[in-house]
Structures are given as C-alpha cells and as structure tokens.
C-alpha cells in the first residue's frame, strides 16, 4: 500500500507526545483541561480545519485530524497548552496518512498504552469524537475510523487474553493492597513520597479503592499539595510522618532517599500494617520485619509478578494485531472506494456523454438505424470499460491518487475536491 494523500489538498496526520518519549512534567505541560479541549476545538473552526479530534490523558496528549501541514495542528496545541513549539518538537510524534491511520488503531486497542492492554483509552476517544461531532468537526471519515477502531478494540478484549493482569508497578501494587486488606475503602491508606510511581500508584489507589482516607507527606510539601490538589487528597507536613504512620494500615513508601527513611524505631504500632516499598534503593529498612504487626512487600517482589503478567500478555500481540489488521483493512477499502466513486461516476457520465453524440451522429447518417440495440450496446461497453478503471483503483498496488489525475487528465473531467 503506497502511501499516498488521503486528500488531494490535505493530509491526515497523528500529532501528539505520550509516556513513551515525555516525561510526567512535559506530559503536563501539554495536557488539556476541558475546557482548553473545547478553546482548541473552537479555534480549529475559526482556522477551517474542519475535521478533526483531541485527547488528552495523563500518559498522552494528540490531535488526529486533516491540514495542509501538521504545524496547523502543533499550533493549535500549544496555543492553548502551557507547552511550546520548541518543546514539543523533542518529544513529540507526527504521522501521516496510513501511519496516522494506524497509530490510533494501536492507541484505542491498548497497543500503545503504558499498560499493555488498557482499554480505558478508548472511551476517552469515543468521548473525544463526540464533542467534535457536537461541534460539526467529525466528517463520514472520521466517524468511520472511530467506529473501526472501536470495534477492533471491543473485539481485541473478547477474544485475546491482552487485557488480564496487571502491568506496572502501580497498578501491581494497588491489586495486591486491594487483594490483601479487608474493605480497602475504610482504611487509612499513607503515601510517603510523590515520585513518578509513588504518583501513578496513587492515582490507582483513587480509581479503584474508592478509599477516602488516603494523605500524602514528602519532605518537599509543594510537591504532595500539587497531586493532592489533583486528586483531592490530604496533605501533612513532613514532621507529622511518625504520627501518621502509627494510624496508617497501609503504608507505600515511594520516596528517592539513598538511605532507610523508614525503620522499626518509628513503627510504635498499635495495628498491623501493610508497608509497600516502592523505592529504588530500597527506603524501608528490613529490621521493620521484626515486628509482629508488619507486612513488608518490596518492588522486586512486585515487579516480578508485573513481568510474568506482561509476558503473558505479550503472548497475545500477534492475535491483536491479526484482528487489527483485518479491521483497518475493511477501513482502507472502504476509504479508497470513497475517493475514488467520484472519479467513476464522472467517467461515466463523460463516456455516455461520447455514446450520445455518436448515436446522434449515426441516426443521421444510418436509415436503418437500430436504436435498441445501439443502446445495449454502447451501454455494455461503458460498463465493462469503467469496470476495468475500478478494479484497478480497487488494487493495493495502485498509486490511487496518480491513477485518477490520470483517468482525469485523459478523459478531461473534474470532480468536486
């Protein structure tokens, strides 16, 4: 498949950065709040680009739509992100056409998430399509590459195994709290640090405990009240840790000391306690095992229950890439008989065109001229004729965009671009 225009003036691109090459500061630097999604949406119309939608999440921040050049849609971005140009060119990825195409398909289908196999993204582009339509911004195109993608994911989730598991850290460590501690949602639950896991692992614990009762303490407070803003948490001073410590039944530790912040001599426990290290190097000291009370789990432990769950996972790429390949191609096909129907149609009426001036021409001259058959004739040939420009536009190996300057350069017709 070549990898012509999927417009004869615009191109669809994929513009956009994600975990993969930003960091959780640029990544914010270039996230949208609704109300910045709808600014960008609205702009886009005041700019004519007319067709396009955004997503914006905490692993990804992209624009898929039409433009002469991407710089259309990179400006739009940082017109109404904190991110500029400058940046975002560091970071940042620009696809075309077929590329574009694909990348959302691995994007909607948990291919291209942090997680492997997390299909929360997809309703958030189900999301992001509405509004665009809402905004008259979503052509047949669109609708129709959406609707694709969101069938190969539902299909991907039944019938591959990619999805069950877990596959980070964070997310290991929060089914492993949810699996070992009674009624989760009632517990107090105290995050000692605010580094990137220490981050994620709390916003896992938000989404899926539902607990209520979770503080956060690092030495730098502006740090902890910054993500507890985000996720409408407590927020205590670094002094307050020993206390908090001693009411807290599960303690993730997540800090990036070199040393033990956390030791027996501050545990005066009165409860059992949950401890997650998730510190490289370790922050919790062994001697806490001393305890009766104590349950210690480091990040090794839990990283070699995220590798096997990835490699098992990973087990099942193949298949989803099977399933979204036959569904992109569905796609595909459809896309290029919608663009080149109009060269067909146009064809036709300009070969009928030449019949009826040459029946015009031989009633005049033939007395016995046969006008049934005339007809029948010529008519077969039109269609046997424009069947074999379909079917060789119809041809993965056709330049499609070259063939119907051709076609129409030849037979001197135009059709509405």
């Known amino acids: 498949m070549e990898n012509n225009n999927l417009s004869k003036h615009q191109t669809f691109y994929s513009i956009g950065l994600s975990y ?13 709040s609704d109300v910045a999604k709808t600014n960008l949406l609205l702009q886009a119309k005041e700019e004519a680009i007319d067709n396009l939608i955004v997503t914006s999440t905490c692993n990804r921040t992209e624009i898929y739509g039409f433009a002469q050049h991407p710089f259309q849609l990179i400006k739009l971005l940082c017109e109404n992100s904190q991110g500029t140009v ?118 896992n614990l938000v989404k899926h405990s539902k607990n209520e009762h979770i503080t956060l303490i690092n030495r730098t407070k502006d740090k902890a009240e910054k993500l507890a803003g985000k996720l409408n948490l407590i927020v205590k001073d670094y002094a307050d840790l020993q206390t908090e410590v001693q009411q807290a039944d599960v303690l993730v530790v997540a800090t990036g000391a070199q040393n033990p912040t956390i030791d027996k001599a501050i545990l005066n426990l009165k409860k059992p306690i949950l401890i997650l290290d998730l510190s490289i190097p370790k922050n919790v000291h062994e001697n806490v095992t001393e305890l009766e009370n104590v349950t210690l789990v480091h ?14 996972r990973k087990q099942h790429i193949p298949a989803a890439e099977s399933i979204i390949e036959e569904i992109k ?59 074999h420009f379909a079917n ?17 350069k030849v037979f001197q017709i135009e059709t509405a671009k």
């Open 86 to 203: 400058e940046e975002f060119q560091k970071v940042a990825h620009v696809y075309k056409n077929y590329e574009a195409i694909s990348h959302l398909f691995k994007v909607g289908t948990g291919l291209d998430s942090q997680i492997l196999g997390d299909f929360e993204i997809i309703s958030q582009i189900k999301t992001s399509f509405a509004q665009s339509k809402s905004l008259g911004l979503a052509n047949a195109f669109m609708e129709r590459l959406v609707n694709a993608v969101i069938q190969a994911s539902k299909k991907i989730k039944t019938d591959t195994e990619i999805s069950s598991g877990a596959t980070s850290v964070s997310f290991a460590s929060v089914q492993y709290i949810m699996r070992n501690v009674e009624n989760i949602g009632d517990k107090n639950i105290l995050l000692f640090g605010t580094g990137k896991i220490g981050r994620n692992t709390c916003e």
């Open 20 to 32: 993969k090459k930003a960091d959780a500061e640029v990544r914010g630097k270039f996230s949208l």
């Open 299 to 312: 990040l090794d432990d839990l990283s070699q229950i995220t590798d096997e769950t990835l490699e098992n």
């Open 329 to 387: 191609d569905e796609f595909i096909t459809w896309m290029n008989g919608r663009k080149y129907a109009p060269t067909i149609h146009a064809l036709k009426a300009k070969l009928n065109n030449i019949k009826e001036t040459e029946l015009n021409f031989q009633r005049k001259k033939l007395s016995n001229f046969d006008e049934e058959q005339a007809e029948l004739i010529s008519n077969r040939i039109i269609q046997k004729i424009t069947n």
């Open 392 to 408: 060789h536009l119809k041809d993965d190996n056709t330049m499609v965009d070259e063939s119907i300057d051709w076609i129409e």
